[in-house]
């Protein structure tokens, strides 16, 4: 079956860097937008950054400026870099993407199970 999984959260400092991955897998056709999305203790689910199969990238006004969103299509992956982490960037990150399986081909949201960061001195 079709899946994502994330890597690469963990505890980290104020001000360090983190890059998580997320890598699509399974009978695959096509992969269209891949993205990030956080949730923080007692918030709501919050969109990070999205970026299409040919580049073109979107990121939440709360994060420009210290997020990256890239990826690699000979891999499947999307990754997220975080600069100057802050405490407030401590959530769980999770990633989605537009998928058409092989054998159900129309175009669905599918998510990973998620990677906790904790931003902590």
């Known amino acids: 079956q079709v899946q994502l999984v994330e890597s690469g959260g963990g505890l980290v400092q104020p001000g360090g860097a983190l890059t998580l991955s997320c890598t699509a897998s399974?009978?695959?056709?096509?992969?269209?937008?891949m993205g990030w999305y956080f949730q923080a203790p007692g918030k709501q689910r919050e969109f990070v950054a999205t970026?299409?199969?040919?580049?073109?990238?979107r990121y939440a006004d709360s994060v420009k400026g210290r997020f990256t969103i890239s990826r690699d299509n000979d891999k499947n992956t999307v990754y997220l870099r975080i600069d100057s982490l802050k405490p407030e960037d401590t959530a769980v990150y999770y990633c989605?993407?537009?998928?058409?399986?092989?054998?159900?081909?129309?175009?669905?949201?599918?998510w990973g199970q998620g990677t906790q960061v904790t931003v902590s001195s």
């Open positions: 970026i299409t199969s040919d580049g073109p990238t």
């Open positions: 989605n993407a537009e998928i058409v399986p092989l054998l159900y081909p129309e175009v669905d949201t599918y």
């Open positions: 399974g009978p695959i056709i096509k992969i269209y937008s």
